[in-house]
């Protein structure tokens, strides 16, 4: 069920943010919180805790941010 207000997600992207969650798997209802970008690969995040290839996404997200546009990660 999606409660009838706007997440921070929301109240971000309007602002002009990229966002993205990468690291963190604890965001219900998923449907609630539309980040640009998301890690889909939960075990290297809650099993395995990989920061090397969490620090390859978080770099990949970054560079592909247009210059001067905030984000928020």
């Not at 993205?20 to 099993?47: M, T, W």
């Amino acid at each position: 069920m999606i409660l009838p207000l706007n997440s921070f997600c929301y109240e971000l992207k309007k602002n002009g943010y990229r966002t993205a969650l990468i690291g963190k798997s604890h965001f219900e209802p998923r449907e609630q919180f539309q980040f640009d970008y998301y890690n889909e690969d939960l075990q290297r995040v809650i099993r395995d805790r990989d920061v090397l290839w969490m620090n390859e996404r978080a770099s990949e997200f970054m560079d592909s941010t247009p210059t001067g546009q905030p984000f928020f990660l």
